[in-house]
């Protein structure tokens, strides 16, 4: 999704309209989204501190690859709800887990700055590649607080700064210029580039009234064999850049298309495609 300014009923359910589009082709690219983002997934299901037995909230879970991860590390005694805003992604999860035998997984349509959960309810929480997207951020936080128990943990996985995200900053620049909108606060509330600031993501968490914060900053490049496949990638399953080009008439799509391509190119190498990303794992405490 491109940058979200407000709450109202009518942009969440554009917002949800978007992911279910998309659904489909992030389930789709999960062969390539897993090798990426494979062992930042690890750590972070190791800062939230996920052991077996534990019982855990997924927070924007999408079509569910970091949900199995979790299952498989809680056990048949642990459990796992994986929510999301877009009930179509989140059939994706569920056929997911049931392909890969898992009975520890549930899910359930819930919106990140509302979740529909009990409070003290798990002992650990975590959020992939979700927060940054939200339109509250703050309220996001202080429902996962709401959510775990006293001394549980929690993750959350957003992109860094606009500099060590190169490509995701290309994306959504060149897509805005395209578009004739106006290049955007990277930093705008639910932007893919929200919480990079230094120290944003760290002052919400306290915010929120966690305790034990840490964040980490982890190197995540996305390795292809060519820029094409990086764009296939996108084209399918990157909501955000989507939803703005869209709009657009086929002539100029393909235009913002052919620019975007050209602007990835100098991240070949001869080995393939490998563009930056930097990703920050924020851990606390309740």
């Known amino acids: ?30 062969a390539v989204i897993r090798p990426w983002l494979h062992g930042a997934t690890q750590a972070m299901l190791g800062m939230a501190d996920i052991k077996a037995d534990s019982h855990v909230l997924d927070v924007a879970a999408g079509a569910g690859d970091q949900t199995l991860d979790i299952a498989e590390r809680v056990g048949r005694d642990g459990s796992v709800l994986a929510t999301d805003l877009s009930p179509d992604i ?5 056929r997911q887990a049931a392909a890969a035998g898992y009975r520890n997984i549930k899910t359930r349509v819930s919106e990140g700055e509302n979740l529909q959960v009990e409070d003290v309810s798990f002992d650990a929480v975590i959020c992939r590649l979700g927060l940054m997207l939200f339109s509250d951020p703050l309220q996001g936080l202080r429902e996962m607080l709401r959510a775990v128990k006293p001394g549980g943990g929690v993750c959350t996985m957003v992109f860094s700064t606009p500099q060590t995200n190169p490509c995701v ?23 893919l580039l929200s919480l990079g600031k230094p120290g944003l993501i760290d002052e919400l968490f306290q915010k ?45 799509r393909e235009a913002a ?13 001869g080995a393939g495609w490998e563009g930056p990303n930097e990703l ?3 851990a606390a405490r309740r």
Not at 90 to 94: E, G, R, T
């Open 1 to 30: 999704m491109s940058a979200v300014l407000n709450n109202s009923p009518a942009t969440k359910d554009a917002i949800r309209e978007q992911w279910n589009k998309q659904a489909r082709g992030w389930n789709d690219s999960g």
């Open 90 to 94: 989140l059939l994706y999860a569920s």
């Open 169 to 191: 900053a290309i994306l959504m620049s060149t897509a805005l210029k395209h578009a004739g909108l106006p290049p955007p606060d990277p930093y705008q509330p639910g932007g």
């Open 208 to 252: 929120a009234g966690f305790s034990q914060i840490a964040t980490t900053k982890v190197a995540a490049p996305f390795r292809l064999p060519a820029v094409k496949d990086y764009l296939d990638f996108i084209k399918t399953s990157a909501a955000p850049i989507i939803q703005i080009l869209e709009r657009l008439e086929p002539p100029k």
């Open 257 to 269: 298309w052919a620019e975007i391509e050209e602007k990835l190119k100098p991240f070949e190498t």
């Open 280 to 282: 920050l794992l924020t």
